[in-house]
């Protein structure tokens, strides 16, 4: 009867054949929305870097049709700025040599302040796009680290699965071995 006994407890323990081993569902969910989230944040920010690395490489790359394209904005308001001075003295201005002069600084003033703008973000494009760089190769490295420790515990999973499946075998063999 004890013998009896021991089978059915056996049978009934939950990590019989493997049941019971392995990750819960509450686990399972749990990693689903870490995942969730881990999706969104990549491709969100792979986007943004992407825009980032590219505004950056076009100021480096000097292309003047890039330059245009990424600065113009900022080209126009200081066109702008050059504009509004330049009906100002016309409005107010006498018309002698220093109103020519006056414009014609106007002119150089506006080509200088270009000139500052995209010096200014030459040595800072550089600067953020060889930071981001290190910033990416230590954030692969982190998640190839990362997802490495999980197949890891994944593989010790299934390894702890097998084991049981083996020793509850062995164990109702042995029992079944005794009973008869």
Do not use: C
Not at 21 to 26: I, L, R
Not at 122 to 127: D, F, I, K, M, Q
Request: hydrophobic letters at 40%.
């Amino acid at each position: 009867m004890k013998i009896l006994i021991s089978l059915w407890m056996n049978l009934l323990a939950p990590s019989f054949f493997g049941i019971g081993v392995g990750a819960s569902d509450q686990e399972k969910a749990q990693y689903g929305a870490t995942a969730g989230i881990g999706s969104f944040g990549t491709s969100t920010g792979e986007a943004d870097i992407s825009s980032a690395s590219d505004f950056f490489k076009g100021i480096l790359s000097g292309d003047q049709n890039q330059l245009s394209r990424l600065l113009g904005p900022e080209y126009s308001n200081i066109s702008k700025r050059g504009e509004e001075e330049l009906k100002t003295l016309s409005e107010f201005g006498t018309r002698s040599g220093g109103t020519a002069a006056a414009q014609q600084h106007i002119g150089d003033t506006e080509r200088a302040e270009a000139s500052n703008l995209e010096g200014s973000l030459l040595g800072a494009s550089a600067e953020n796009l060889g930071a981001m760089g290190q910033g990416l190769l230590s954030t692969g490295l982190s998640a190839d680290e990362a997802a490495f420790s999980e197949a890891k515990t994944m593989q010790d999973q299934r390894a702890a699965k097998f084991n049981d499946i083996m020793s509850s075998i062995t164990k109702t063999a042995s029992t079944i071995a005794i009973i008869a």
